[in-house]
């Protein structure tokens, strides 16, 4: 599958296991592909769209860093890395993005769209004005991250507060 794609569209592709590096996508669509733990070295991925797709255990800091641009809809992005990406303004939507790693990247004004958040790591991750709203599960450490400006609904301030292991109730 070596090559350069180009507005192409991947519709039910099973590529899970397969070796993508050195691939360029360019304004690709993938939907509803199985894309579980390809290899990205130095793959160039710049504004792709995943929906509806299984992409587990990917280490997406291996792809080509140069315009790369992506977002998910409606995915399982489980076992997943982001380790030091600048990857600002990525949507995640309906997603469930559990155990994966954003430590140390950048995530300015991103948005986690009603996403699943079990489990996953920031740590010393730019959350600058990044939505939060409507996503659930997280764990975030103010202290080791930066999070001014990021937007948290008041039902989930307590992934704010877990590392101080307190507890919180709603007596409304």
């Known amino acids: ?13 099973d590529l899970s296991n397969t070796d993508l590096s050195n691939c360029r996508f360019t304004e690709c669509v993938f939907t509803a592909c199985n894309l ?7 793959t160039a991925i710049q504004d792709v769209t995943f929906k509806e797709c299984k992409i587990l255990g990917l280490h997406f800091e291996n792809c080509n ?43 300015t004004a991103a948005v986690f769209d009603n996403c699943d958040l079990t489990r996953t790591l920031f740590e010393n991750t730019i959350l600058e004005k990044v939505d939060f709203t409507s996503a659930y599960h997280y764990s975030i450490d103010p202290a080791i991250n930066r999070i001014k400006k990021a937007k948290f ?9 877990n590392q101080y292991d307190i507890i919180i109730e709603n007596n409304l």
């Open 36 to 42: 579980s733990l390809v290899k990205l070295n130095k």
């Open 65 to 107: 860093e140069f315009g790369l641009s992506f977002n998910f809809e409606n995915c399982q992005l489980n076992h997943t890395s982001f380790y030091k990406l600048k990857i600002k303004k990525t949507v995640f939507k309906d997603t469930k993005i559990q155990e994966c790693d954003f430590t140390e990247s950048d995530l």
């Open 1 to 13: 599958m070596k090559g350069e794609y180009e507005k192409c569209h991947f519709i039910q592709c």
């Open 153 to 161: 609904s008041l039902s989930g301030l307590s992934g704010l507060l």
